[in-house]
T-cell receptor, first 115, second 111 residues
């Protein structure tokens, strides 16, 4: 297993366009997270899935954002009507709860630039 | 609300010198604290977690609940330690999944 993968790695789009990112977690990891990181900041939590259920969404996730994990495996994050403020690195992480503890493993991220 | 503060954006030391990266947190319950590291052109990866109480690559960190701190220390820095370091917190109870990160400290170890 090569770890968490994300596609695409880079995306440039024009304001108002829709974009979709994909995350493939480590197999058998039932928890999946999306974070956003802007310049000079640490990653900020966006949303969390346990299997296919989306259990929490941050207030950062406006109604233009939607995330899915249809079969409890890969996940997609869609941004509709992109704005320049959406430019950021979008990180995906996965984990599995073992004995009350877990480690989140991060993907390489998708860097979005909205022109 | 949970918050993580890393007061230093940049930290520069010479090879062989001791290094301490500061991390303070705010959380009303019993948190779990982590240090993540990101080397140049690599993904974010876990360095250590307080419950493991282990030393990784010569780094240690002790959770001080009285001072609400989780500083990362290494007695003799190496050039390969140059990286971005993030302190992170995970809460207990209902919010025991998401991580709250600090803004990070960029460590440069000079030869």
């Amino acid at each position: 297993d090569t770890g968490v993968s994300q596609d695409p790695r880079h995306k440039i789009t024009k304001r108002g366009q829709n974009v979709t990112f994909r995350c493939d977690p480590i197999s058998e990891h039932n928890r999946l997270y999306w974070y956003r990181q802007t310049l000079g900041q640490g990653p900020e939590f966006l949303t969390y899935f346990q299997n296919e259920a989306q259990l929490e969404k941050s207030r950062l996730l406006s109604d233009r954002f939607s995330a899915e994990r249809p079969k409890g495996s890969f996940s997609t994050l869609e941004i509709q009507r992109t704005e320049q403020g959406d430019s950021a690195m979008y990180l995906c992480a996965s984990s599995k709860l073992i004995g009350g503890g877990e480690t989140q493993y991060f993907g390489p991220g998708t860097r979005l630039l909205v022109l | 609300a949970q918050r993580v503060t890393q007061p230093e954006k940049l930290l520069s030391v010479f090879k062989g010198a001791p290094v301490e990266l500061k991390c303070n947190y705010s959380y009303s319950g019993s948190p779990e604290l982590f240090w993540y590291v990101q080397y140049s052109r690599q993904r974010l990866q876990l360095l250590l977690r307080h419950i493991s109480r282990e030393s990784i690559k010569g780094f240690t960190a002790d959770l001080n609940k009285g001072e609400t701190s989780f500083h990362l220390k290494k007695p003799f820095a190496q050039e390969e330690d140059s990286a971005m370091y993030y302190c992170a917190l995970r809460g207990s109870g209902g919010s025991n999944y998401k991580l709250t990160f600090g803004k990070g400290t960029l460590l440069t170890v000079n030869p």
